[in-house]
């Protein structure tokens, strides 16, 4: 089944931490995929001297994970450790380093960090050939700096609604089309010659050997874009993801169902999970991770949501086992067919921006407690067991998901490289 299982992973990695007026939460997810490339940092308090800065980046490897695990080990500290960075500190100064010098540092870092790791003996010698994207806040007492390499996100909700957000670096940029070009190469189905989806990322080292072409001169480049933000009271939390989550929900339908479920409970790893898990039944194929940053005026529990989110949870309990028990006179019916049956209905008070999905855990629960010996009929992924027609289906689907905006144009591209084969005779 090429890069998916038959099942998907659903265990999650989780952790938690607070300080600096912060509070966050994360979650991955291995989903469908055959292997989790995904990684992640999360550190309250850089050392050495910049005790009240945070630091947060997910990372989603490609062809590995080797590039993603050691970024997230080691790229703080290629970032704060270079003389860019620490430029303009002073022994004992209590001010920041400028912001100048804070956005030279994380470039120079990126650089650096690109360059060390083109040694190692398995990059080298492309026995290892993954690469990774990088998307980062770093977070001081008077700014955050946002960073994006690749197409992972950051968003930021400020005073109910989505303030700011980093763009995805995409080889069909004119930008960044531009730039590949420039280095001999071609942009082909949206993808750098035809093949890499990204045009920034870290490692990916066989785009990176142009000759008479500098770093950031190559077919994929490893310089981040950086963009800082003055904090603001009205600040409520940000979100760090992989496109694992972007594929399948936009910048405001995202944060809205971040924002309903922070109403309800406090507990960030959870909230995380209801993220991981809602954007799994949205139908997304790839690892998943998010890191949750709250500030202080993150939206708090309240009691009336918790009360609506109960009644809604209740409601979609003894309707499930309504559709079962009226449905087993002709047979136990597919869990597939219990999803279009409410999916039909007009539920009101369903997570914003996760809708049905948001509440998927709750329908299965119940749905296996009275079909203890249910089977993946009627599952996602399902049809791809049903021979070339299923799978052609499903890759339709996995390119409608991708690439929402262009996939007319994605899909016509694709089919004038075809050529139908001469009639015999």
């Not at 197409?151 to 989505?162: C, K």
Request: charged share 25%.
């Amino acid at each position: 089944m090429g890069a998916f299982l038959d099942k998907p992973k659903t265990e999650k990695h989780n952790a938690h931490g607070a300080g600096n007026g912060l509070r966050y939460g994360l979650s991955s997810m291995q989903g469908w995929r055959v292997e989790m490339e995904d990684a992640h940092t999360a550190v309250v308090g850089i050392p050495h001297g910049l005790e009240d800065w945070s630091f947060f980046a997910v990372y989603d490897g490609h062809a590995g994970s080797r590039v993603a695990n050691y970024c997230s080990t080691h790229l703080l500290e290629h970032i704060t450790n270079n003389e860019d960075f620490r430029a303009t500190e002073k022994p004992g100064s209590a001010l920041e380093p400028s912001v100048e010098n804070v956005k030279s540092g994380i470039r120079t870092g990126f650089l650096k960090i690109d360059e060390y790791m083109r040694n190692f003996a398995d990059l080298r010698n492309g026995m290892d050939r993954s690469g990774s994207t990088a998307v980062g806040v770093m977070i001081s007492p008077e700014h955050v700096y946002f960073i994006n390499c690749g197409d992972s996100r950051a968003v930021l909700y400020r005073n109910g609604q989505v303030c700011f957000s980093t763009q995805d670096h995409k080889p069909c940029n004119p930008r960044e089309k531009e730039r590949i070009q420039n280095a001999g190469g071609s942009v082909m189905i949206q993808r750098v010659n035809g093949s890499l989806a990204v045009s920034r990322a870290l490692g990916d080292y066989d785009y990176k050997c142009v000759d008479g072409k500098g770093p950031t001169e190559q077919l994929v480049s490893p310089e981040p874009e950086v963009c800082e933000i003055l904090r603001a009271e009205e600040d409520e939390f940000i979100i760090l993801a992989c496109d694992g989550i972007w594929d399948v929900m936009s910048n405001e339908e995202l944060c809205e169902f971040v924002k309903s479920r922070l109403e309800v409970s406090d507990d960030l790893e959870t909230v995380c999970n209801w993220v991981v898990d809602t954007c799994l039944h949205k139908g997304s194929r790839d690892n998943m991770s998010i890191v949750l940053v709250c500030f202080s005026n993150a939206p708090k529990v309240s009691e009336e949501a918790v009360k609506k989110d109960a009644e809604l949870d209740k409601y979609l309990e003894s309707r499930v086992e309504e559709i079962m028990e009226k449905s087993g006179e002709e047979g136990m019916p597919d869990l597939a067919h219990v999803i279009r049956i409410l999916t039909a209905e007009n539920i009101p008070n369903l997570p914003p921006g996760g809708g049905l999905a948001g509440k998927r855990n709750i329908i299965e629960n119940v749905y296996t407690r009275l079909n203890p010996h249910r089977d993946n009929e009627g599952e996602p992924g399902a049809a791809e067991g049903g021979g070339p027609q299923g799978r052609l289906a499903e890759a339709l689907r996995q390119l409608r998901i991708a690439h929402r905006g262009n996939y007319r144009h994605l899909l016509e591209e694709l089919l004038a490289g075809v050529r139908p084969a001469p009639l015999p005779g």
